[in-house]
């Protein structure tokens, strides 16, 4: 997350919606990478997750963030999930971030 916020930052578009969308897509990302390397992934490991992000998204960016933009974020997430194209997406939203 500090990259991808970095690269925000370098390129003057952070915002409270960017930061979410960094957010669900790496929250997708991991979730999906867990879930491919062991076969599976437990409810405590997407929760370990979502909460990891949580915490980063409340130590970096202090009261920003509320209930509702947590939820959003957590929904959005499995809403990336849920496409069938999401591994092949994924990869090209990140590109972005490495140009």
Known sequence: MDH???KLIAKNQISIEKVIEVATHTGAYLIRTRHVQNKGISEDEIKLVLQSLADFMNRNFENQF???DFIMMKDET???LKNPAFDQ???EYFKQFYQ
């Open 4 to 6: 991808f916020i970095g």
């Open 78 to 80: 499995f809403s990336l």
């Open 66 to 68: 509320n209930e509702e």
């Open 89 to 91: 997406e994924i990869q």
